[in-house]
């Protein structure tokens, strides 16, 4: 006989976790089923192991400059040192997050789910759940292109495995995970080369900080090949062989493809029940993240809206207060702040200078570089920009853009007064912190340029 429940979540990554543990302190009884690990994408393999990477990479820029500051310094690094502290923290890390679940009163499962109609869920145990709804937080996958050899690249999910640093890496890729990883594996002493069809990495962010971090790449000997992708892989001895779009070829100890991620629908059975799915497979969801059918919702990743840890949370919980605290809510995707923690780091919140101008007739644009403190000391020249943007009429705070030390903590307080509408007029009323880079934000002067009806021009 079938256990029967109020919710059955399908995934326990960050947005499942969240919705289940909310669900069952508001009286729901729910159960939750992982196929692998608890803790979804973000804690087993993806921002958390990427930030301890990220951390790892960025002491050779300190020890670059250490001298500077009176030290001497003779230090090595060991890859597989690294690789056992960051899987003992990711296993406290699971551990958390079940005894969480536990605690709540949820019913933890293990294994693959497929959902068998509109209440019921089969496990690959074979047991089956019934459920008054049903959950979808399956998150996504890395995607490979469909090429010959493709099996012989890894993704963000192996590179954490490596039981070797390799000497040399392609990465093809311009995105979040592309400028991440050959950040991560040039800090690490790894010949980097980036490979990327379009013309300019990290698409859709604002120009200034796609030219900083791409003059920075540079500085870090990160080769950047536009207009490139590959074509074809195969094995050439202990490495890879790629051949490239331009009938170019290269060898190198590993290849990884950073070329995005897809909505992890396969094989759930969404579609037999009558879910409705959009052409990139993503579950298509109201606002509230109801699905096509009335019983089924869907929350992160999966549902294609904001592939962000902090945005699949925030999403489980607003489907527990609409659905089980009586209390309807939405999520802001309208302002969503956000970090890349590449080297230099970006912080941004808002509107890009291009999508501002494109949408009020007027913006000034408040724009700062200088090299950080912690490198004036040194011959170091890599300068962090700050940038603010606002419209002119009313001074309201459109967008705030940063690259350097620290961007992705700062941005995370700019995002609390740009909630609020915040105006120039508001930051330039806080007091600056001295010395401090943060407090370029709140000292600009008068404006670096604006821009008018597309136009640059004289403020």
């Known amino acids: 006989m079938s256990e029967k429940f109020d919710l059955v979540v399908i995934g326990g990554g960050s947005g499942g976790v969240r919705a289940a543990r909310m669900s069952a302190q508001y009286g729901a009884k729910v159960a939750i089923v992982e196929e692998y690990r608890y803790g979804g994408t973000c804690v087993i393999r993806g921002c958390v192991p ?6 790892a990479s960025r002491f050779g820029d300190t020890f670059d400059v250490a001298p500077s500051f009176g030290w001497t310094v003779d230090a090595s690094f060991d890859w597989p040192t690294l690789l056992a502290n960051k899987d003992r923290e990711i296993g406290r890390l699971e551990n958390i997050y079940e005894t969480l679940l536990d605690g709540a009163g949820v019913t933890l499962f293990r294994g693959r789910a497929t959902v068998t109609g509109p209440n019921t869920v089969k496990l690959s145990s074979g047991e089956e759940l019934q459920a008054e709804r049903i959950l979808i937080a399956t998150g996504g996958v890395p995607f490979k292109p469909d090429i010959e050899g ?3 690249g890894i993704t963000s999910n192996e590179a954490f495995h490596l039981e070797t640093l390799p000497k040399t890496i392609l990465i093809e890729g311009g995105g979040y995970i592309a400028v991440e990883f050959a950040t991560i594996f040039a800090g690490l002493g790894v010949d980097t080369t980036l490979v990327y069809r379009r013309d300019k990495i990290l698409r859709g962010f604002d120009h200034d900080l796609r030219d900083g971090l791409e003059d920075a790449l540079h500085e870090r000997g990160v080769r ?3 207009g490139y992708h590959i074509s074809r892989l195969d094995k050439d001895g ?3 062989r790629v051949s490239f779009s331009h009938d170019e070829q290269a060898t190198f100890d ?4 950073a070329t995005g991620r897809h909505p992890y629908t396969k094989g759930l059975g969404l579609e037999a029940v009558g879910v409705q799915l959009n052409q990139a497979g993503a579950i298509v969801v109201d606002d509230y993240s109801q699905s096509s059918v009335p019983s089924i919702y869907a929350v992160g990743d999966v549902t294609g809206r ?3 840890t902090p945005v699949a949370i925030r999403e489980g919980a607003a489907f527990a207060q ?8 939405t999520v802001p995707y309208h302002l969503i702040p956000t970090a890349v923690f590449s080297e230099p780091e970006i912080g941004t919140v808002g509107l890009s200078e291009e999508d501002a101008a494109a949408r009020y007739r007027s913006i000034d644009v408040y724009v700062t570089r200088f090299r950080p403190m912690m490198n004036t000391l040194s011959d170091r020249q890599e300068k962090m920009m700050l940038k603010l943007i606002t419209e002119t009429d009313t001074g309201r705070a459109l967008g705030v853009h940063i690259l350097g030390p620290g961007a992705g903590e700062m941005i995370q307080l700019v995002a609390i007064p740009m909630g609020m509408n915040g105006t120039k007029a508001d930051f330039d009323h ?3 912190v001295h010395p401090t880079a943060a407090e370029e934000l709140v000292t600009f002067k008068s404006p670096s340029y604006r821009v008018v009806d597309g136009e640059k021009c004289n403020p």
Request: no cysteine; glycine share 4%.
């Open 306 to 308: 904001a592939a962000l």
């Open 322 to 329: 609409t659905v089980y605290n009586n209390t309807p809510t």
């Open 224 to 226: 950047l090949r536009y």
């Open 50 to 55: 990427k930030k301890l990477f990220v951390y």
């Open 238 to 240: 202990e490495g890879v």
């Open 254 to 257: 590993a290849v990884m493809f």
């Open 430 to 432: 806080a007091i600056a």
């Open 150 to 152: 493709a099996d012989l």
